[in-house]
């Protein structure tokens, strides 16, 4: 994970936080503002886990699509719903197109 990130140009928080109620400087900026339209190529990704039933029982699907293009550009799926699910779509969309550093990451999960 620590390799793809810095792959990517992110950073993570560093420190496990102590239980207390956030102030301003911690609260996520939004980034994109309900502004999903873009001009070119890996400035906004946009990302979701969806579960789906089987016989064989539930399997999850992570996607990351670029907002430009519409295209899939990483996928994974697994049985479980691991950072591994995670790292493994994120690893494919970095392979397939090197974002530049400022590419924002779009996810439900981070409101």
């Known amino acids: 994970m620590e390799l793809l990130m810095r792959r990517a140009g992110l950073a993570d928080l560093?420190?496990?936080?102590k239980w207390r109620r956030a102030g301003p400087d911690q609260i996520?900026?939004?980034?994109?503002?309900?502004?999903?339209?873009r001009n070119g190529l890996n400035q906004l990704w946009?990302?979701?886990?969806?579960?789906?039933p089987t016989r064989e029982g539930?399997?999850?699907r992570c996607v990351v699509l670029d907002a430009y293009s519409r295209r899939v550009v990483g996928w994974s799926i697994d049985?479980?719903?691991?950072?591994?699910?995670?790292?493994?779509?994120?690893?494919?969309?970095?392979g397939n197109r090197t974002p530049p550093t400022g590419t924002i990451i779009d996810s439900d999960q981070c409101r």
């Not at 996520?28 to 339209?37: K, N, P, S, Y």
């Open 58 to 60: 539930k399997v999850y």
């Open 28 to 37: 996520a900026r939004d980034l994109v503002e309900r502004a999903f339209t």
């Open 46 to 52: 946009i990302t979701d886990i969806t579960e789906h």
């Open 14 to 17: 560093s420190g496990r936080p």
């Open 79 to 94: 049985s479980t719903q691991t950072a591994t699910l995670v790292t493994s779509a994120f690893g494919m969309a970095i």
